[in-house]
């Protein structure tokens, strides 16, 4: 049996000397796609953020292994070079530097090779084209004038060209609409292909999970996992909402 990718175990999480995750076990491996859900307020963000190293995110207890190595004292750009991503719920804007340029130099980064502008422009037209991105927009300030729903497609294309093994999407449907989230999805299927990369979907919704092969379900309610199980626990939540669960 195969190691897990992500083994996450014992984790709990203050924000400002409030503790919001209480003994948190989860264990991804290579290829898996599991979707957290939960209602509002149940810590969904508070996990992304703590395993991608937010400093804002005190770990009081517990341990995060990632590919085998103990990551809680690595800082979030050690988290991001060796393979980790999370796409931001709401995408901060960033005047003076391309999105273009941002990317590339990100790819840079976690590949630790200069890389050719011919073959970066070529595989970046590629990644646009799956998503319905204007080439123009890699000549534009990251997220500067963007509409909720062109960051969203911008954080999808940051995934797809920097291809982490790991990925951690929070509510990256949320705020768009119908045809919005079929072309987010088609790119997180196109990052699906990739048969090593694991994702952790954090959603309250499941609009985005339709096309999207699911591996494990996970209910977090008021910063414990209450459930887990396969895809199907998502056709029961569209019925019945998180109520059976709030105990």
Request: cysteine-free.
């Amino acid at each position: 049996m195969s190691e897990p990718l992500l083994k996450v175990e014992g984790l709990s999480v203050d924000v400002d000397d409030q503790e919001i995750l209480h003994g948190i076990d989860l264990s991804i491996k290579k290829g898996e796609t599991h979707v957290l859900m939960g209602p509002n307020g149940a810590g969904k963000s508070t996990l992304g953020n703590a395993l991608m190293g937010n400093p804002k995110y005190k770990i009081t207890n517990g341990s995060i292994f990632f590919d085998g190595k103990d990551i809680l004292q690595d800082t979030t750009d050690q988290r991001a070079r060796d393979g980790m991503f999370l796409s931001f719920q709401n995408p901060l804007e960033v005047p003076g530097i391309s999105l273009g340029n941002f990317i590339r130099n990100a790819l840079e980064q976690r590949t630790k090779k200069r890389i050719r502008l011919w073959d970066f422009k070529k595989e970046m037209k590629k990644a646009m084209e799956v998503l319905q991105m204007d080439e123009s927009y890699a000549d534009r300030d990251l997220n500067v004038g963007f509409s909720g729903g062109e960051k969203k497609k911008a954080e999808i294309l940051q995934l797809l060209m920097l291809k982490p093994s790991f990925a951690i999407l929070d509510e990256t449907d949320s705020g768009l609409d119908v045809d919005a989230v079929r072309t987010v999805s088609k790119g997180i299927e196109e990052y699906q292909k990739n048969k090593n990369g694991a994702l952790l979907i954090i959603t309250h919704s499941t609009r985005i999970l339709e096309s999207l092969h699911v591996d494990q379900t996970h209910v977090l309610v008021d910063g414990k996992i209450a459930a887990s199980g396969d895809v199907s626990m998502v056709e029961e939540i569209n019925e019945h909402g998180f109520e059976q669960y709030e105990k």
